[in-house]
């Protein structure tokens, strides 16, 4: 006799049905595996595009049709607060044997939205730092790190624009190109696929800074101009900004939890070639003092 006959036949079929359905839901809703897998949380959405960051957990466009992509999945572990009481996302998990190293560092995930993405590890002025190229192409790097603004308010990184897109403007669907981008995504629950909100902080070509936009493809995505132009183009600069406060001023709301962290390149609107350099990103519970390039993001 079958188990499934049995308990039909002693009349607990039904309520041993309801159970194991509460149970999956329970150990969906808990269980971050299994929550990635019914939610396709390990496919991020960081493309301003009519297909808003599907098939991700948050609907980032960033200026391409719906995407043909492919997607490079690393392990994933925890990131938890360093000695300095810092969240640190780091361009690798691992050091390679020898720079420059080509490929999706380990612990980061490629979107490719058009064409294919081009990524080096590297050192440049004794840091480490990613390098992202594109030529007329749209592809984005992502990886989970949960963050609660309420204890990390800032966020720093450091990076520099080797290339802009000649005609790059946030503002404009038409030439919505730039060469760096960063964004922070808040996966919102129950429905993370059509809730979730993104902040975006963009080195532009055009658009002065202190700009401040919803992306002109998807409502979801908002956007800061935070560096413009060739004026300190081949120069490391460090960002810092306040993302709660920015969320808050974007969404009018409280910011929930940071649920990714996403850099991207793209040159598909504008047709031509974007090369740009980004080092760690950090979270951390106090404002930086200076804004010198930090010593901890040297390696």
Known sequence: MSLRGGLARVGLWRPCVILIVLAGALAVGVVPRLR?????????PVERAAAVLAPM?????????????????????????????RIRVRVSDRMPPRFPAEGIPAGWTAKEFVGHAS????????????????ERSSFALYRDVVVDLNEFPFLSWSWKVVRLPADGDVRDRAADDQAAQVYVIFPRWPAPLKNSDVVGYVW???????TRVTSTQADNV???????GRSQAETWRVEQREVAKDYAALFGRPAPRVGQVAV?????????????????????????????TPTSMLR
């Not at 948050?58 to 490079?72: C, F, I, R």
């Not at 532009?204 to 202190?210: I, Q, W, Y």
């Open 204 to 210: 532009d070509s055009r658009a002065p800074v202190g």
């Open 119 to 134: 990524v080096e590890l590297v050192r440049d002025e004794a840091r480490l730092a990613l390098r992202l190229r594109s």
């Open 222 to 228: 908002k956007i800061i101009v935070v560096a413009s």
């Open 36 to 44: 990635a897998f019914y939610f396709r949380q390990d496919t991020v």
């Open 57 to 85: 957990p948050t609907q980032l466009a960033v200026g391409a049709s719906p995407p043909e992509s492919t997607s490079k999945t690393q392990g994933r572990r925890p990131l938890l607060p360093d000695a300095e009481g």
């Open 264 to 292: 991207m390149i793209d040159t598909n609107d504008t047709k031509g070639v974007a090369e740009a350099l980004i080092g760690d990103l950090i979270f951390a519970r106090a404002r930086a003092e200076s804004m010198e």
